[in-house]
């Protein structure tokens, strides 16, 4: 009998692999496989010159493209995508938490028709990135649309120039960017130096020290004796024309995180509820000492979603601000102006690879994270 | 209990003006897609038009009819397609779990997250290669290969929800590997395939990156042809919106009439139960 | 064991990524840089006569406001070859800024239309012809007798030494100032005829509250740098930019940024939210004196706003530029790989003939690219470019691909977007040196 169950089970286990094996061996290949190939491309010279070739010639080249991006002299434009993505992702994650969690603790209370206005909230989800850049377009034009809303209260119209504006505000000097990381790094480190030696992990807190050390001895003297990274100063900064951007992505996914807050908030038990009431908290202690702590897990669902999602905010920038639009511009649209317009596929390849590795930061852990949580 | 009330009362209007100001984009797109063309003036945009003007939809859907037509073609039959893998996929990392499967399954996810512009080289050389280049066809593939992560997961959620013991009980009546599949998890698994069904199929009818990218105009999407109206920024705004509406309806329809299952495909996409 | 899992995990994501790289990490990788097109390579149009049928797929940027001059063209097509069903596919966006990224996508998914627009010159063979992606229309030509009626200058920019690679339909003028008469009248000027001049008059008109320049989305500030260059450095510097015999960093060419620094001034501010059409708009309703277009600009206003050359609006060539013609030609194909040859030929045939071009021409605003079209078919602004045509110095357009590559102008767009928002003249001609020597201009 145990004989005949452990082969059954062995025969199943054949059985389940069989089964899910087309579907690994398509993510090995159109995933794995293609990050892979993307690498590589990223590596070579494909696209200088007749990149448009049937059997394009390619050269290995290494790094070269990468650091064409970061120190190179045209890819100013490039830097200003990564500049832009990282506005982009921080106000749409800080815009859609904020509100979807305000939007949620409204309904969260005995509202009458809460499915109507529930559903209100979350329309805009449905509608393609293609079909809310085309209606805010409208709505963003200069002399239309949300700028002439003053105009009904008596005030004179709105100039704002909501995709068009060429105003950056927070500019730092590109130049100075190694210096602007390392002083938050050096703070970690620092941090990690002290925590490891009351630790008594003495090797650790020694390795912490010196890298804390060499950040603070390039801070203070080597800053001024290396070459910069660029040879000219370049500024880059918050582009005032992203916000029109930002605020239609908000729009649109301010409901998505409404729900998910809302699901959570219904999940904390009534119990929860009654004991916080009895201990005489009331309903904004409520929230801001038990409910917001207790969706915590949906927080961090929601920042992942998101977070990739602002890395895919191609359609929403082409259809609402154009490709051609430096100032709303994302690396995603310079990867394919680049590698499309441009012919230059190495290139293009590289801004791909970065792209990727900016999802990768926010995501690897996280699946490690519900890998874990999956296993025990 | 007066104070109440008005508190009460303030709540609601309060509410009433957020879902104004959520509603604003559709009240614009609206407008705009029923004046006529002449009447179309940025200092009044955001009147009512004095005449309603449907003409706008007839000439949008023609321009648009050949787009609607392909993105139907495609939705459904990359969601029918992407759904069986899903299931069977589902069934065998929730019920049938085996060393490894775990890895497996998480290296599967992160095929989910990735920024597409990473695998569209590549994908655009392969789908050449294989001849599907341009057509629906090689929309079809892409969107049911790279809608294998999230179909899995999804339908996984699904099957964990249902109680072991029912999978023991049907194994002592002496269903097989199989037998199980289609005669247990199968006809419980439709509320699944909707949610599972609906989620795929906005997906698809939304997606914009692959439509451009690898379709000649023929087998161009909806997406596609809707940039196409709005991009030439011509001066008669009615078209586009018009377009807009078309290319949201399908979705906004499913949205209104299947909302439930729609908040409970965003939800288990993300959130573990 | 939990780190014989994680190794475990990391081996399998390495080979995964490198066995992929391996199989499809295609094309050749060849030690010494081959010459890019072979003459080998080349391939020949065949010229059978069979009557054509089927579809024959024509993609072009021609959408809208350019679209009725592409159907007469077609027309014309249709009536000589009523077999062929013609598959007019068009990619909205001026000077084909979407349509260039959608076409090099159909070409190198090996799904090439039949035929598409390119501009003559580094467009068509910077792009296609050294990748070898062309079929030479040599043959065509010799049996068409074009080799007589195009002009000996424009044969030299749609061919190389290997052959004649495409079919010109147009003469476009890109150095244009368009204005309304009546209200330069009401303003009290008149047409700048130096970059000077231009802004004593402008500060005229700022303070009567009317923008002096009126601009457009991305690719019309590019297209009014061509103009500003060429009306600061002459013909003779213009020229010598491109054949790489004057340096970007050179005093001379700086100053041709610190001038559209200048000019820059005088434009409204909403540019980059508006298409050429709604610039051109601008100046007609009154709201801007000066839009410098090409001369589509023409077609725009007298095809579509129905409105009447020299009465209802007037023009001048861009200061600085009286005496010199900077073109571009629009020009159809036939690619390598191309489903329907034969159709393709003789949609050519219908290109280059003269009742096509006579047909086409007058309606997009351009002049027809043969020297012995029928001038009286023509409206008023025409004729006068044919005239100059025919007597002004020529040099190449920038922004519409006679004069530097695909690579070059993509670039370079990313450069001045970098000038409109930091206005360092320097700066912008440091990096337009580098652009120049990596997308190898004058070599």
Same mark, same amino acid.
């Given at each position: 009998?145990?004989? !005949? ?25 159109? *995933? ?120 009904? %209260? ?5 100039? %704002? ?17 190694? !210096? ?13 130096? /002290? ?36 040879? %000219? ?11 029109? *951007? ?109 792209? /990727?590795?900016?999802?990768?930061? %926010? ?14 | 209990? =007066? ?54 939809? $007839? ?5 648009? =009819? ?10 459904? $039959? ?38 597409? @512009? ?10 050449? $290669? ?30 964990? @929800? ?37 989620? @795929? ?31 030439? @920024? ?29 908040? =409970?495909?965003?939800? $288990?996409?993300?959130? =573990?139960? | ?134 079929? #030479? ?98 013909? #003779? ?92 030609? #629009? ?10 040859? #034969? ?101």
């Amino acid at each position: 009998m145990a004989a !005949t169950i452990s082969k059954t089970r062995q025969r199943d286990k054949l059985t389940s692999i069989f089964i899910i094996l087309p579907s690994i061996i398509l993510v090995g290949i159109f *995933i794995y496989g293609f990050i892979g190939t993307t690498i590589y491309t990223s590596l070579t010279d494909w696209g200088k010159s007749a990149g448009l070739a049937l059997n394009p010639v390619k050269h290995f080249i290494g790094l070269g493209n990468y650091k064409d991006l970061f120190t190179g002299f045209i890819h100013s434009r490039f830097r200003q995508d990564v500049t832009n993505t990282i506005f982009y992702s921080l106000f749409l994650l800080a815009g859609t938490l904020a509100l979807g969690l305000f939007l949620a603790i409204l309904l969260d209370r005995a509202v009458k028709y809460e499915g109507l206005f529930r559903t209100i909230f979350l329309y805009p989800m449905s509608l393609s990135f293609i079909v809310t850049g085309t209606i805010w377009r409208w709505l963003l034009s200069p002399n239309g649309g949300i700028n002439l809303i003053p105009t009904a %209260f008596g005030l004179p119209k709105s100039n %704002f120039l909501w995709i068009s504006s060429r105003t950056s505000i927070l500019t730092f000097n590109w130049q100075n960017l190694p !210096t602007i990381l390392f002083i938050p790094l050096g703070l970690l480190t620092l941090f990690l130096t /002290f925590r490891n030696i009351r630790k008594n992990k003495m090797t650790r807190g020694i390795v912490y020290g010196i890298i804390t050390l060499l950040l603070l001895l390039y801070i203070t003297v080597l800053r001024n004796i290396i070459p910069p990274i660029l040879p %000219f100063k370049e500024k880059h900064g918050l582009n005032l024309a992203t916000l029109g *951007i930002i605020m239609a992505g908000i729009w649109q996914y301010s409901g998505y995180t409404m729900a998910l807050y809302l699901a959570g908030l219904r999940g904390l038990s009534e119990s929860m509820k009654e004991a916080a009431r009895l201990d005489g908290a009331n309903e904004f202690q409520y929230y801001w000492k038990i409910a917001i702590p207790n969706v915590k897990p949906i927080t961090l669902s929601a920042v992942i979603i998101l977070a990739h999602i602002s890395l895919k905010l191609f359609d929403l920038i082409y259809a609402l601000a154009g490709a051609d639009n430096i100032n709303t511009g994302h690396p995603a649209i310079n990867m394919y102006l680049t590698t499309f317009r441009a012919n230059q596929f190495a290139s293009g390849a590289s801004m791909a690879v970065i792209l /990727f590795v900016l999802a990768a930061l %926010f995501i690897i852990p996280y699946m490690i994270h519900s890998h874990r949580e999956r296993k025990y | 209990m =007066k104070t109440q009330n008005v508190k009460r009362i303030i709540f609601y209007i309060f509410l009433v003006l957020l879902i104004g100001i959520y509603l604003v984009p559709m009240y614009m797109a609206l407008i705009t897609s029923l004046k006529e063309p002449s009447k179309i003036n940025l200092l009044t945009s955001w009147s009512f038009p004095a005449k309603l003007n449907f003409g706008s939809y $007839s000439r949008a859907f023609k321009l648009l =009819k050949t787009d609607v037509s392909n993105s139907l073609i495609l939705a459904i $039959s990359a969601t029918v397609l992407s759904s069986f893998i899903g299931s069977i996929n589902g069934y065998v990392f929730s019920k049938n779990k085996f060393r490894g499967s775990e890895i497996v399954f998480t290296l599967l996810l992160f095929g989910m997250f990735i920024p597409y @512009q990473i695998i569209l080289i590549p994908l655009f050389q392969v789908l050449k $290669s294989i001849g599907l280049y341009g057509s629906l066809g090689g929309l079809v593939v892409a969107h049911v290969i790279y809608g294998i992560p999230i179909v899995t997961l999804l339908f996984r959620n699904f099957y964990d @929800q249902i109680p072991g013991s029912i999978m023991e009980s049907g194994r002592l009546d002496g269903a097989g590997y199989f037998g199980l599949y289609t005669r247990l998890i199968l006809p419980l698994s439709i509320p699944g395939f909707v949610v599972v069904g609906i989620w @795929q199929f906005t997906q698809i009818w939304n997606e914009f990156l692959w439509g451009i990218t690898l379709t000649k105009p023929s087998a161009n999407p909806i997406t596609v042809g809707l940039s196409q109206l709005a991009g030439g @920024q011509a001066v008669s705004w009615n078209i586009p919106m018009a377009g807009a509406f078309l290319a949201a309806l399908p979705v906004l329809l499913i949205y209104i009439f299947l909302g439930k299952y729609f908040i =409970k495909g965003l939800l $288990s996409g993300s959130v =573990k139960e | 064991m939990m780190k014989r899992r994680k190794v475990l995990f990391l081996a399998l994501i390495v080979s995964l990524l490198t066995a992929g790289s391996g199989v499809f990490a295609n094309g050749t990788q060849e030690k010494a840089a081959a010459p890019a097109a072979a003459k080998a390579n080349v391939q020949q149009v065949v010229l059978d006569n069979k009557t054509p049928g089927g579809d024959l797929e024509i993609f072009s940027w021609w959408a809208g406001d350019e679209g009725p001059a592409l159907a007469a063209l077609i027309k014309v097509f249709k009536a000589n070859y009523p077999g062929v069903n013609v598959i007019n596919a068009t990619i909205t966006g001026g000077s084909g800024v979407n349509a260039k990224a959608v076409l090099k996508t159909r070409m190198l998914g090996g799904s090439p239309p039949d035929s598409f627009q390119v501009h003559a010159g580094q467009e068509l063979i910077g792009t296609w012809v050294i990748a070898n992606r062309m079929v #030479d229309l040599t043959p065509l030509f010799k049996e068409e007798g074009w080799l007589k009626v195009f002009p000996k200058d424009l044969l030299n920019l749609i061919g190389t030494k290997d052959g004649i690679w495409s079919v010109p339909v147009n003469i476009h003028r890109s150095n244009v100032m368009w204005y309304v008469p009546a209200n330069l009248k009401k303003w009290g000027v008149t047409a700048p005829k130096s970059w000077d001049e231009f802004f004593t008059t402008a500060d005229k008109l700022k303070a009567q509250g009317i923008i002096p320049l009126a601009l457009g989305q991305a690719w019309t500030v590019n297209h009014l740098w061509e103009s500003v260059a060429l009306g600061v450095l002459g013909a #003779d510097d213009y020229d010598a930019l491109w054949k790489g015999k004057l340096s970007w960093t050179d005093p001379k060419v700086v100053n041709v940024w610190k001038t559209m620094d200048k000019v820059l001034k005088y434009t409204n501010k909403d540019a980059a939210s508006l298409s050429w059409q709604q610039a051109t708009d601008m100046v007609v309703h009154g709201q801007a004196a000066f839009n410098i277009m090409g001369d589509w600009a023409s077609g725009y206003m007298s095809t579509t706003l129905k409105l009447t050359p020299k009465k209802d609006y007037g023009w001048s060539p861009s200061p600085g530029t009286n005496g010199t013609f900077i073109f571009l030609a #629009d020009s159809f194909g036939l690619p390598v790989g191309a489903k329907n040859p #034969d159709a393709t030929v003789a949609w050519l045939k219908t290109c280059g003939s003269k009742k096509g071009q006579d047909a086409f021409n007058p309606l997009k605003g351009s002049i027809s690219a043969r020297t012995d079209s029928d001038l009286s078919l023509y409206n008023v602004y025409s004729q006068s470019a044919a005239k100059d045509w025919a007597s002004n110095r020529i040099v190449g357009s920038l922004t519409h691909g006679v004069v530097a590559n695909e690579g070059f102008m993509n670039d370079f767009s990313s450069v001045m977007e970098m000038f409109m928002n930091n206005r360092d003249a320097q700066q912008a001609a440091n990096a337009c040196q580098a652009i120049a020597i990596q997308n190898g201009i004058g070599k």
